[in-house]
């Protein structure tokens, strides 16, 4: 089946690293991605990753991806008040045909001075 | 390029009424694509289409229709608004069916009351 999950819900202390965790199960995703959605406003995409990497740093943003357990991580390193927003895991679901994102619930991190 | 634009921004309908979300985008993309955003869900996938004159359903099309005369156009009409179709819409395209990055428009928030 197709699922993709997260906790709804982190706080971090400004100047912490922030760990957002996810799991999925679609194993033939060949795209992994993190989406950014502040309040009222849309989908920003973050980052995403390739199943055939473990790993991807972009600036503050590193992923992991452990594709034997189907997850998949971010980390933002040096949290900011900035960064307060929901994040989405999605997982790209592609047959033949047919291809769509899958999407968490969303975690909402919320970072405190 | 605008990328890809949805109006209207807000909208609040009562039950029984339809509208037209209107959703457009400049970077002559195949793919387009309707979600929902509802509370705890992440996004579901409403309709998609692969090209002009080609739509299908996704995961949660009861309620919809979608047409597609236009590469930039895909606009989804609501026929008999009910409660249950209260959300935030997000429109996204994408080069092709199978490209991996898609981009999404800034929602339309929909009240059926």
């Known amino acids: 089946g197709e699922d993709v999950e997260q906790s709804l819900f982190l706080s971090v202390r400004e100047g912490d690293s922030s760990v957002i965790n996810c799991t999925y199960t679609?194993?033939?995703?060949?795209?992994l991605y993190w989406y950014k959605q502040e309040p009222g406003a849309g989908l920003q995409l973050l980052t995403y990753?390739?199943?055939?990497?473990d790993m991807k740093q972009d600036q503050r943003l590193t992923v992991l991806l452990n594709k034997k357990d189907k997850h998949l991580s971010l980390r933002i390193a040096d949290t900011q008040t900035g960064d307060s927003a929901i994040y989405f895991c999605?997982?790209?679901?592609?047959?033949?045909?047919?291809?769509?994102?899958?999407f968490g619930a969303g975690t909402r991190l919320a970072v405190h001075p | 390029n605008a990328g890809v634009t949805q109006t209207p921004k807000f909208q609040v309908l009562k039950t029984g009424q339809s509208m037209t979300l209107q959703c457009a985008q400049d970077?002559?993309?195949?793919?387009m694509s309707w979600y929902r955003q509802d509370p705890g869900m992440g996004l579901r996938l409403i309709h998609y289409?692969?090209?002009?004159?080609?739509?299908d359903q996704g995961e949660v099309p009861n309620g919809y229709n979608v047409s597609r005369s236009t590469t930039e156009d895909f606009p989804l009409r609501l026929l008999l608004a009910a409660p249950s179709q209260t959300s935030v819409y997000f429109c996204?395209?994408?080069?092709?069916?199978?490209?991996?990055?898609?981009?999404f428009g800034p929602g339309t928030r929909l009240t059926v009351t």
């Open positions: 970077m002559n993309h195949e793919y």
């Open positions: 990753i390739f199943s055939n990497m």
């Open positions: 996204a395209s994408s080069a092709t069916s199978i490209s991996y990055e898609q981009y």
């Open positions: 679609d194993s033939s995703s060949t795209y």
């Open positions: 289409s692969v090209g002009a004159g080609i739509t």
């Open positions: 999605a997982e790209w679901y592609r047959r033949e045909g047919y291809n769509k994102l899958i």
